[in-house]
Nanobody, 126 residues
Framework: QVQMVESGGGSVQAGGSLRLSCAASVYTYSSACVAWFRQAPGKEREGVAAIYTSSGATNYADSVKGRFAISQDNAKNTLYLQMNSLKPEDTAMYYC???????????????????WGQGTQVTVSS
């Protein structure tokens, strides 16, 4: 059973930064991928960024390219999302997700991921 636990959410003013962390037991798998998603009230869950745990290759949603950075510390079994230049529209519940066996294109669709954390709230005020 893969466990995912997010932390690091909070409230920040527009233009500010936050770093989210996700403790993920999926790093014991050799070909996993992990990702960050977000969901605002009344909206569908949106893929933000994803990374292969082995190669470190990444994929980003257009809405966050150049502002957000996904990274990982495999030794600590931890995934990160550095969020800079935050905008009010970035306000959402942020989730980390994992797929233990991951090949091919690094997807940002929620259906692709099997395990999810409980979420951490990010609120950006104008």
């Amino acid at each position: 059973q893969v466990q995912m636990v997010e932390s690091g959410g909070g409230s920040v003013q527009a233009g500010g930064s936050l770093r989210l962390s996700c403790a993920a037991s999926v790093y014991t798998y050799s070909s996993a991928c992990v990702a960050w998603f977000r969901q605002a009230p009344g909206k569908e869950r949106e893929g933000v960024a994803a990374i292969y745990t082995s190669s470190g290759a990444t994929n980003y949603a257009d809405s966050v390219k150049g502002r957000f950075a996904i990274s990982q510390d495999n030794a600590k079994n931890t995934l990160y999302l550095q969020m800079n230049s935050l905008k009010p529209e970035d306000t959402a519940m942020y989730y980390c997700a994992a797929r233990p066996s991951c090949v091919g294109y690094l997807r940002l669709q929620a259906y692709w991921y099997s395990y999810w954390g409980q979420g951490t709230q990010v609120t950006v005020s104008s």
